[in-house]
């Protein structure tokens, strides 16, 4: 029986790239989008291409009750669940002053809120099984703010705590949990930047290149592999040395 990976927000970007080198290397995947089901196909097809099974699976993950059944529906049709990535994110940029309550928690909801709903969701399944990985996406903004970002950073800095809180609480049960904490990738959500904020970005990256959705996806893969064993806790960069 193949391993099983649930990837949240997996239709584009870098729940895709996830999701395509886990399929490429042997696990059966869980694409969970939001979106049509239209957008979904081109993931869902590219996976295939890899011969190991491949379940699409529409849930919002501000909704626990539609988290909860698609963890359900994933242990049914595929049997356990190893490895789950809270990918799913979205920004709305914008100064405090500026900022209302609801743009504020729109954000808060989905990065925060969705990253503990699907972490409670496939608590009891890797629990049972007394193994399992947990992947969150965090952000260096996570780690740093930033202007513009109040609800993204503060969502990313309580994605890193959460991250910690599971990894203390689940250890004895064999169930790792750590942070990816991108810098600047390449994908729809950098697309949006002017070329004055990109270059000012790229000035403030030592290696003076934005990132891959690979260079995430290959850390994913790692952190849920058994060359990790010994790794959890913890929030690694993939940022071109953005933040040290
Ligand atoms: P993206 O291209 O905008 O993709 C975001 C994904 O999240 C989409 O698949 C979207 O689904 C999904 N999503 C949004 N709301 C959702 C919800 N309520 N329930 C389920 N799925 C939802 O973003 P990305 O750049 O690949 O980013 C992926 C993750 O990395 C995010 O957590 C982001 O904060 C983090 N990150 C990205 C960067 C970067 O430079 N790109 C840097 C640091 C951290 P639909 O397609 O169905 O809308």
Redesign the pocket.
């Known amino acids: 029986m193949n391993k099983v990976a649930i990837i949240?927000?997996?239709?584009?970007?870098?729940?895709?790239?996830i999701a395509l080198k886990f399929a490429k290397n042997g696990y059966d995947v869980v694409i969970?989008?939001?979106?049509?089901e239209e957008?979904?196909l081109e993931a869902k097809e590219e996976c295939e291409a890899f011969g190991n099974k491949v379940m699409t699976y529409n849930?919002?993950?501000?909704?626990y009750e539609a988290v909860d059944k698609m963890v359900k529906a994933v242990v049914e049709e595929l049997g356990r669940v190893d490895v789950l990535v809270?990918?799913?994110?979205?920004?709305k940029d914008t100064l405090i002053l500026k900022m209302d309550t609801k743009t504020f928690t729109d954000v808060i909801?989905?990065?925060l809120v969705?990253t503990f709903n699907t972490i409670k969701a496939v608590s009891r399944t890797m629990m049972k099984q007394r193994s399992g990985v947990i992947i969150n996406?965090?952000?260096?903004?996570g780690i740093t703010g930033n202007v513009g970002q109040a609800n993204?950073a503060a969502s990313?800095a309580g994605v890193i705590a959460l991250t910690k809180t599971v990894a203390k609480e689940y250890a004895s049960r064999h169930i790792r949990a750590n942070a990816?904490?991108?810098?600047?990738?390449?994908?729809?959500?950098?697309a949006v930047l002017s070329d004055t904020a990109k270059e000012n970005i790229l000035s403030n990256i030592p290696l003076k290149e934005?990132?891959e959705?690979e260079d995430?996806a290959n850390l994913a893969y790692f952190l849920a592999s058994d060359e990790a064993k010994y790794i959890t806790g913890q929030v690694i960069h993939v940022d071109g040395g953005m933040v040290m």
């Open positions: 949240t927000g997996a239709s584009r970007g870098i729940g895709k790239g969970n989008y939001i979106g049509k957008d979904v849930a919002d993950v501000t909704d809270n990918n799913s994110g979205i920004t909801d989905v990065n969705g996406m965090a952000s260096v903004v993204y990313k990816i904490a991108p810098g600047f990738i390449k994908t729809n959500m950098t934005m990132g959705v995430v």
